[in-house]
T-cell receptor, first 114, second 112 residues
Framework: KQEVTQIPAALSVPEGENLVLNCSFT??????LQWFRQDPGKGLTSLLL?????REQTSGRLNASLDKSSGRSTLYIAASQPGDSATYLC?????????????FGTGTRLTVIP | DADVTQTPRNRITKTGKRIMLECSQT?????MYWYRQDPGLGLRLIYY???????NKGEISDGYSVSRQAQAKFSLSLESAIPNQTALYFC???????????FGQGTRLTVV
């Protein structure tokens, strides 16, 4: 069974700092990996989707990388802002389940201090 | 308006009661999912459906049932709610293979 781990569980940084969130997964046979943001009361918002054939995706201040062979992904946030405070989740879609399911990590709770 | 809408947003119910959580989507996706989120465990799949005639169990389907009333509507029922079903429930949709998943805003269910 695919297992997804996110470390650290929580992170506090001062405003303006660049930061990296980590995601690791145990089985490299994946269709894609998706990063989400979760805000209290607002559900999950999709940030970036990386297909298994891609190495990275960028959206604004966000850059996600994927190293499938080592089972790792990182989410880089540039010039962090207080509005970036949220929980960030990564999820992988494994090959062996026929793309029926996403396996989630437990998230990194980010606090950006003004 | 949200692309994936869940109702209710919050619900408190008593042990043994039947409860239905509803999900509707305007994205035109054929695939719909129900997940639950518990602290420290991440999201886990309850049921999923690829079209109105297709229902499949996920990782943790015991104690739950679903109905796909239309392409845009997928409801989750707890036939006899129990306290350990207290959780945050999410509906999600997805298009054809290798596409993004989109989630609703969640339903916080408390069973007392």
């Amino acid at each position: 069974k695919q297992e997804v781990t996110q470390i650290p569980a929580a992170l506090s940084v001062p405003e303006g700092e660049n930061l990296v969130l980590n995601c690791s997964f145990t089985d490299s046979a994946i269709y894609n990996l998706q990063w989400f943001r979760q805000d209290p009361g607002k559900g999950l918002t999709s940030l970036l989707l990386i297909q298994s054939s891609q190495r990275e995706q960028t959206s604004g201040r966000l850059n996600a990388s994927l190293d499938k062979s080592s089972g790792r992904s990182t989410l880089y946030i540039a010039a962090s802002q207080p509005g970036d405070s949220a929980t960030y989740l990564c999820a992988v879609r494994p090959l062996q389940t026929g793309a029926n399911n996403l396996f989630f990590g437990t998230g990194t709770r980010l606090t950006v201090i003004p | 308006d949200a692309d994936v809408t869940q109702t209710p947003r919050n619900r408190i119910t008593k042990t043994g009661k039947r409860i239905m959580l509803e999900c509707s989507q305007t994205k035109g996706h054929d695939r719909m999912y129900w997940y639950r989120q518990d602290p420290g465990l991440g999201l886990r799949l309850i049921y999923y459906s690829f079209d109105v005639k297709d229902i499949n169990k996920g990782e943790i389907s015991d104690g739950y049932s679903v109905s796909r009333q239309a392409q845009a509507k997928f409801s989750l029922s707890l036939e006899s709610a129990i306290p350990n079903q207290t959780a945050l429930y999410f509906c999600a949709t997805r298009g054809m293979t290798n596409t993004e998943a989109f989630f609703g805003q969640g339903t916080r269910l408390t069973v007392v």
